[in-house]
């Protein structure tokens, strides 16, 4: 097996020896490994230093994986440890974008197997960055004991040693799909009331489906080096999917399994394919909206690349309708409550939080839900047109369609979370490059940063500026700029790309 890697020996033509010239794109390839191995390896240190500021102390018998050294760091260290590695990554991942579209990087398979292998080792450690795999391993307890986690919260069960392990939401009942409930009460019925076991089953079935979604993508794209640094060898995606296990994860590579599936990509509308492989595509996103709803705008790609072809279009629609009012029926009609009150919420780091507080301001509180709504839509629209024009040569693929509309939900949804973008990366990553990919690397970054952590509890009062300052105003400030200046190259890139279309058109 060949896996190619190389990163070129530097050679400069009129320039002395030895003289370091990071500009160019072999030098640039390699600052970028070390950034980004340097920002893994951060990543591993948070969760092996044990509980901390950044990772919440999962009850069990210390026996029971995960493991972690009980080295007690302090607060400011951990939070500054996860702040380098998100600044180191997202640097470290824009340069090897960069080198390897110069050809200053290469071997697709070496990033792939290297990405993977800090999935599984994060796997072994305790999750960080957020406490939400605590919600989940609730759920799944609640599931497990017959109760209904869309009814009851971990509040209900305040003597249970799973359930009061919750620290955050603790009296919100579940807002994640029938599907994730699954996994969750699986996971307890192996944990029992251990939430340290609980736990660990849950980071495994999440480095399968990271692990799964890399290695279908790798095949999707044939081995793309840019599509392995997108998703794989990410490593803000692995600070978030990995190190911080979120049930994300799960809902991407169930609609990543679908597009392979349906052979959604090169534009032939699923032709020549098996009934069954149109069926199989249908139930995979069917179970991906069963995690997370919000993925159900992935299946808007395989409806368009099949509008041509209606026997497989309904095929696919039937299968994919099915397994959603399947799990649905066997959840309850009150399973879409939550979710329905979520989306009238405006997380603290988006623009649209600034616009609610300047609305309040004039209107009073409680007036902004509406045209808050109404003014997400428009721009979600108008970002979806403007990116359909400058990929319009391939717009006719799902996979275009898919990861247009996404990116457009993300950047205009008033609720969004650093985790949200895992879909969009994946989701990119099966299009052609595009300045795109610079604009979600930037976006990430500092929607992370936001996030340091997304935990209230262990945080010292003098860090409070994290979340007043840098969360509510420096934030929403810079990614309202990273979304104008996404509309302002859209624009230009969309006449240019009509303007190259008209002069290779052939005459009349």
């Known amino acids: 097996m060949c896996w190619n890697f190389r990163v070129t020996q530097v050679r400069s033509v ?38 901390s500021a950044m990772v919440p102390r999962p009850p069990g018998p210390a026996w029971h994986p995960p493991y972690w050294l009980n080295a007690a760091p302090p ?61 989940y391993a609730a759920y799944g307890r609640i599931a497990a004991l017959g109760l209904d986690p869309y009814a009851m919260s971990a509040a209900d069960l305040p003597h249970d040693p799973v359930a009061g392990a919750v620290e955050e939401w603790r009296t919100t ?81 169930c609609v990543c399994a679908a597009l392979v599936a349906g052979a959604y990509g090169a534009g032939r509308g699923g032709a020549g394919l098996p009934a069954y492989r149109h069926a199989g595509s249908g139930v995979l996103l069917g ?39 399947g799990l649905y029926a066997l959840a309850g009609r009150h399973a879409f409550d939550q979710v329905s009150a979520a989306g009238k919420m405006v997380s603290l780091a988006t623009p649209w939080s600034l616009v609610k507080r300047w609305l309040q301001l004039v209107f009073g509180s409680g007036a902004y839900a509406l045209w808050i709504q109404i003014g997400s839509l428009l721009l979600l629209v108008a970002l979806a047109w403007l990116l359909f024009r400058v990929l319009r040569d391939t717009a006719g693929r799902a996979t275009t369609v898919s990861a247009v509309m996404v990116v457009a939900w993300l950047l205009a949804a008033p609720y969004a979370l650093p985790w949200y973008d895992g879909l969009a990366f994946a989701l990119v990553a099966l299009v052609p490059a595009t300045a795109l990919d610079g604009f979600l690397v930037a976006r990430l970054a500092v929607l992370s940063l936001a996030y340091l952590p997304a935990r209230a509890v262990g945080q010292p009062p003098d860090l409070w500026w994290l979340t007043e300052v840098v969360r509510k ?23 240019l790309a009509r303007t190259r279309r008209a002069s290779t058109a052939p005459p009349p």
């Open 14 to 51: 009129g320039v002395p020896p030895g003289r370091f010239q990071p500009w160019r794109p072999e030098t640039l390839g390699l600052l970028a490994m070390i950034a980004m191995g340097a920002s893994v390896l951060m990543t591993v240190a948070i969760g092996l230093l044990g509980p």
């Open 75 to 135: 607060p400011h260290l951990v939070v500054g440890v996860a702040a380098a590695s998100i600044v180191l990554g997202a640097l470290g991942l824009g340069a090897a974008l960069s080198a390897a579209r110069r050809g200053g990087l290469a071997g697709a398979r070496w990033f792939l197997v290297a990405g993977c292998a800090a999935v599984g080792l994060l796997a072994l450690l305790p999750p960080s960055g957020s406490s939400d795999h605590l919600n």
């Open 173 to 253: 009942t579940s807002v994640y799909g029938p599907a994730a409930t699954a996994v969750q009460a699986l996971a307890s019925a192996v944990g029992g009331e251990s939430v340290r076991l609980t736990v660990f089953t849950l980071a495994l079935v999440n480095a399968a489906a990271f692990i799964g979604t890399s290695l279908l993508i790798h095949r999707f794209t044939r081995g793309d080096l840019r599509a392995t640094l997108l998703w794989a060898a990410n490593p803000l995606l692995i600070y978030h999917l990995a190190a911080g296990m979120h049930i994300d994860t799960l809902a991407i590579a």
């Open 473 to 495: 105003e420096v934030v929403p400030a810079l990614l309202l700029a990273l979304t104008a200046a996404l509309l302002g190259w859209a624009v230009r890139a969309g006449a």
């Open 287 to 325: 179970l991906g909206i069963g995690v997370k709803i919000n993925t159900g705008l992935v299946s808007l790609g395989p409806a368009w690349e099949l509008r041509r072809r209606p026997g497989s279009l309904a095929l696919v629609a039937g299968a994919a309708t099915l397994t959603v009012a």
